[in-house]
């Protein structure tokens, strides 16, 4: 059951979350960020041990809208009319922390050190390798057991849903962190227009399958495409989104553009990148990486400090651009709006 964010979420959390501006055009581009530069990770890495490649809260004010006449809208609700997005000519953040008060990490952090298989493992190497990646045109099918099937184009997205800009944690798998100014929609509200049919139980993303643009496609260690899934009443909540921006500038291909999965209190795996196919489904869907390595990688992928990773504790993470560990917080920090959705249910076994 999917609880309101208003019943769950501090007020004053809310209230900023849901606050729209008009137009990027009026906002203020010195708020820009600096490097701090992350060279080395030493974290462990994701691959499954027989493979030799290394491998990989909150919602806060909103930067932009695709629609100014969407400005009063206090939901992702679909927005009727259009006008054309209007990039910053900077990355610019409405917030500089999360609601923890952590900082934002650069713009710069954010687009050179990423996990992006199809590319590379390098994660120094992705921003690189993934310039020439062709994003437009880009169609979203979204479709299985809906009522209501539809073949989306970006522009079709980011017309008829409301852009936000949500400051999330991003927790890998491998024990770094970032913190990130997405811009996005609510996945609910695509969700909604599609209507599923009560039997769908899963929403199951796919990446694109190009292994001309993608060379790590043709690695045999995976099963390609990337898969990911999530549960329906995880993909309704209010915390997850379809990202297709950050720092208010477009998403870039190391990052996942056009369009990919933000699931915050999950590990970075479970938020696709690059997804050209939304179904929903009666069966769990099996992952790249339950697929790839099933004892190390789980349907789930709650942030759990509690449970560790078979080869690696998950108990404390290094922000990318600081020196020192950190604790990790139980999902991820946003276990006060997501704990409800498992209640009942074992966290070590379902992992
Ligand atoms: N999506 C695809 N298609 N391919 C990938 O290799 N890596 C995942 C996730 N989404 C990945 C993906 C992992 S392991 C992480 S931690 C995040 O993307 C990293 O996102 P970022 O590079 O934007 O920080």
């Given at each position: 059951m999917q609880i309101k964010s208003s019943e769950i979420t501090p007020e004053h959390i809310y209230l900023t979350r849901r606050r729209f501006m008009v137009?990027?055009?009026?906002?203020?581009?010195?708020a820009l960020v600096s490097s701090c530069g992350s060279k080395t990770e030493s974290a462990p890495a994701?691959?499954?041990?027989?493979?030799k490649t290394i491998a990989t809260p909150?919602?806060?004010?909103?930067?932009?809208?695709?629609?100014?006449?969407?400005?009063?809208?206090?939901?992702?609700e679909p927005a009727a009319a259009a006008t054309p997005y209007v990039e910053p000519a900077e990355p610019f953040a409405?917030?500089?922390?999360?609601?923890?008060g952590d900082a934002l990490n650069s713009y710069q952090e954010i687009t050179n050190y990423n996990n992006f298989y199809e590319f590379t493992t390098e994660k120094e190497g992705v921003a690189a390798m993934s310039?020439?990646?062709?994003?437009?045109p880009w169609t979203v099918e979204v479709g299985g057991l809906v009522n209501n099937p539809k073949t989306y184009d970006m522009d079709d997205l980011w017309r008829k849903f409301t852009q936000e800009e949500r400051v999330y944690r991003l927790r890998c798998v491998e024990a770094w962190s970032m913190v990130i100014p997405w811009l996005g929609f609510s996945l609910a509200a695509l969700l909604k227009e599609a209507?599923?049919?009560?039997?769908?139980?899963y929403v199951r993303f796919e990446t694109l399958y190009d292994p001309k643009q993608?060379?790590?496609?043709?690695?045999?260690?995976y099963t390609w495409p990337y898969i990911e899934g999530l549960r329906i009443d995880e993909a309704m909540h209010d915390l997850t989104i379809l990202s297709t921006g950050m720092y208010g500038k477009r998403l870039l291909p190391q990052n996942g553009a056009p369009l990919r999965l933000v699931v915050?209190?999950?590990?970075?795996?479970?938020?696709?990148?690059?997804?050209v196919r939304i179904d929903l489904v009666e069966e769990m869907p099996t992952s790249l990486w339950m697929a790839a390595a099933p004892r190390e990688y789980g349907?789930?992928?709650?942030?759990?400090?509690?449970?560790?990773?078979p080869r690696w504790s998950q108990s404390t993470e290094r922000r990318i651009g600081e020196w020192s560990r950190r604790q990790t917080l139980p999902f991820n920090g946003y276990a006060e709006q997501v704990s409800s959705l498992y209640q009942g249910m074992s966290l070590q076994a379902n992992f």
């Open positions: 137009g990027v055009g009026a906002l203020v581009t010195g994701i691959a499954p041990v027989q493979a909150t919602p806060r004010p909103v930067a932009t809208i695709a629609n100014p006449t969407a400005a009063s809208a206090s939901t992702s409405s917030v500089k922390a999360d609601e923890l310039t020439n990646f062709k994003t437009s209507d599923p049919m009560s039997k769908a139980k993608f060379p790590g496609q043709e690695s045999a260690w915050p209190w999950k590990y970075g795996f479970k938020c696709i990148k690059s997804i349907f789930y992928a709650n942030v759990n400090p509690d449970v560790p990773h």
